[in-house]
């Protein structure tokens, strides 16, 4: 016979955070399966978090690394993946003898282009699911929510800047 636990847990509240992450997940995977359906098997969703921050026309390895925001060994270790699968290239940077860029190859760039085909499969798949109205509105929704972080960012940092000249 099984006790009962002493302890009544109450049932975790519905919120945004925990919709927002599901929806998140939900499309990250449906989104490397993707790709690696597409013929990327070096695809996986810690490299595409890595990707994500690489501009087409390629960045400074440096700057990735601020704007992964995981560790500089962590970056190291995807685009030493990355560079062995011939997505990336990292060349010096002749600004900055020291400095990387890091590029992505001619299979990097077709990636890219299946990658942006494949987001707008999955969105017309949203779209049939909950139709072009609430999928407008979602899209709205999330672009105000998006404005109002960085807004919010800006503020902030006009507050710390008007603080730090006074002082």
Known sequence: MVKELD?????????VGWRLWQASRAWQAEFAAAMR?????WFSEAR???LGHIPRNG??????????????QAVQQLLDGLEAEGVLERLPDPRDGRGKLVRYTRKGLDALRDGDRIKLQIERGYVD???????AA???????LDAGRAA????????????????
Request: proline share 2%.
């Open 7 to 15: 302890e009544k847990t109450d049932a975790l509240p519905d919120h």
């Open 37 to 41: 359906a597409a013929g990327h098997a």
């Open 48 to 50: 595409a978090g890595l």
């Open 59 to 72: 960045t400074r390895q440096s700057a990735l690394i601020e704007r992964a925001a995981i560790s500089k």
């Open 129 to 135: 699911r909950i139709g072009r109205e609430r999928f």
């Open 138 to 144: 979602l899209m709205d929704a999330l672009r105000a």
């Open 152 to 167: 919010a960012s800006e503020t902030a940092a006009g507050v710390h800047d008007e603080t730090s000249e006074s002082t």
